[in-house]
Each structure stands twice: as structure tokens, then as C-alpha cells.
Nanobody, 116 residues
Framework: QVQLVESGGGLVQAGGSLSLSCAAS????????MGWYRQAPGKQRELVAA???????NIADSVKGRFTISRDNAKNTVYLKMNSLRPEDTAVYYC??????????WGQGTQVTVSS
């Protein structure tokens, strides 16, 4: 099984920056996609950004130009650098590891709160 450990998040003022990281361990696979989703109160979970093991990113339009996703395959870790944060970025952010073939793992979530 794959386990995910998230770190980062917290409280920041609008315009500030935060970083998230997520490390995968256990029975990982070299080919996978890791990414971040978020869920605000009363809203559906949505993709923020994801990146394949080959380095191809997929970034939501709402955060494009402000958030950057990267990964270190040797460490099985994905990073999300969030700049120019807005109050509407406030949500619980979840790390995701997807290998296909039914293997889709979620982290426990980390709160990001942006005050105005």
C-alpha cells in the first residue's frame, strides 16, 4: 500500500505565500501522477495542480501563474508553492497519488487559510 505524508499549510495574509509538500512511501511505482486537490466548505473537491512522474504539469486556471507544482522522483515527493494567495484559496488541501489501475490514494488533508 502507498502512504502519503503531507506537510505545510497554515494561516497567511492575502498576498502571502505558503508551501506544501507530500511524500509517498510504501509500495510506490515509478510511473504515477501526484498532485493537490482542495475542498472549501460547501464546495466540491477540485484539482489544484498535478504532475506526472515524467514532469508534465496540469494546473487549474484559477491558480495558474500563482502556484507552481514540482516533484522529486528520487524522494517520491511533490511540492506546491503558492504565491499571491487570495482568500478564495482557503480550503483543505489534499495530496493525491494516482497510478492508474485503481490505485488512487489520498492524504489526510492540510488546512490553508488566507485572511483578507
Amino acid at each position: 500500500q502507498v502512504q502519503l505524508v503531507e506537510s505545510g499549510g497554515g494561516l497567511v495574509q492575502a498576498g502571502g505565500s505558503l508551501s506544501l509538500s507530500c511524500a509517498a512511501s510504501g509500495r510506490t511505482f515509478s510511473i504515477n501522477t501526484m498532485g493537490w486537490y482542495r475542498q472549501a466548505p460547501g464546495k466540491q473537491r477540485e484539482l489544484v495542480a498535478a504532475i506526472t512522474s515524467g514532469g508534465s504539469p496540469n494546473i487549474a486556471d484559477s491558480v495558474k501563474g500563482r502556484f507552481t507544482i514540482s516533484r522529486d522522483n528520487a524522494k517520491n515527493t511533490v511540492y506546491l508553492k503558492m504565491n499571491s494567495l487570495r482568500p478564495e484559496d482557503t480550503a483543505v488541501y489534499y495530496c493525491n497519488y494516482n497510478r492508474g489501475y485503481g490505485l488512487d490514494i489520498w492524504g489526510q488533508g492540510t488546512q490553508v487559510t488566507v485572511s483578507s
